[in-house]
């Protein structure tokens, strides 16, 4: 059993940068790879990024390439996702994300995905 908690959401101007911060607790989190998927209003929930609790490989959409970087702290049991030069078509609910099933570049698949966060608001106006 993993537990994902998300945090770190907020409003931001179009160009801001925020960071999300996802804490795993469970005794087997290293075992999991680890993403963040996004889901604007009326919209299906889509792949954003992944990486392993070793830090690499990683994977991103790519939407969001040279503008999110994907990190992992192993120690603090927290993955994260530092999004720069946000567009307002990047606000959503984010979710982070966990699979033992499959690796980095196979964390798109909504399907491969074992235990879900709650999700943190992020806005960007325009």
């Known amino acids: 059993q993993v537990q994902l908690v998300e945090s770190g959401g907020g409003l931001v101007q179009t160009g801001g940068s925020l960071r999300l911060s996802c804490a795993a607790s469970?005794?087997?989190?290293?075992?999991?790879?680890m993403a963040w998927f996004r889901q604007a209003p009326g919209k299906e929930r889509e792949f954003v990024a992944a990486v392993n609790w070793s830090g690499a490989p990683t994977y991103y959409a790519d939407s969001v390439k040279g503008r999110f970087t994907i990190s992992s702290d192993n120690a603090k049991k927290t993955i994260y996702l530092q999004m720069n030069s946000l567009k307002p078509e990047d606000t959503a609910v984010y979710y982070c994300?966990?699979?033992?099933?499959?690796?980095?570049?196979?964390?798109?698949?909504?399907?491969?995905?074992?235990?879900w966060g709650q999700g943190t608001q992020v806005t960007v106006s325009s």
């Open positions: 469970g005794r087997t989190f290293s075992a999991y790879t």
């Open positions: 994300a966990a699979s033992s099933i499959v690796g980095v570049a196979a964390m798109t698949r909504k399907s491969a995905i074992e235990y």
